[in-house]
């Protein structure tokens, strides 16, 4: 092996580590019930070197950003069940007798639904 390539796969060890380092680091920034205190966090953040916590930094932010698309995805399906449904009830209370309209009732869930989904594409795709 010719010393170009042995340091090449040195680096790309040293990156799957340091991914690896950054990302525990970021879980155990964000969810409490890992079990890490501030004070072990704030530690291992002064241990990082410049590039690895340049790193974390970026891994915050695309964890905050698809968890902001997440709430609104919830917000929009919270939203579209209870318009829905308000509309639903109307058009059910205001049909000519006889007629069936049940359907209507499907549509709101369905959109709320939808709304999850589509959000949740949405933020599996930021980077």
């Given at each position: 092996m010719s010393n170009k390539s042995k340091s090449s796969a040195a680096k790309a060890a040293q990156r799957?580590?340091?991914?690896?380092l950054v990302g525990n680091l970021a879980k155990d920034a964000l969810d409490p019930k890992r079990g890490a205190s501030r004070e072990q966090i704030e530690e291992q953040l002064a241990e990082l070197n410049p590039?690895?916590?340049?790193?974390?930094?970026?891994?915050?932010?695309?964890?905050l950003k698809r968890r902001r698309i997440q709430l609104l995805g919830y917000i929009c399906a919270l939203l579209s069940v209870v318009v829905g449904m308000f509309v639903a009830i109307y058009l059910w209370g205001t049909r000519t007798p006889g007629t069936f309209i049940?359907?209507?009732f499907i549509?709101?869930?369905?959109?709320?639904?939808?709304?999850?989904?589509?959000?949740?594409?949405?933020?599996?795709?930021?980077?």
């Open positions: 799957e580590t340091d991914v690896a590039e690895q916590a340049a790193m974390f930094v970026r891994v915050l932010e695309i964890t049940g359907w209507v549509i709101p869930p369905a959109a709320a639904g939808l709304c999850i989904w589509l959000f949740g594409r949405w933020s599996n795709r930021v980077r």
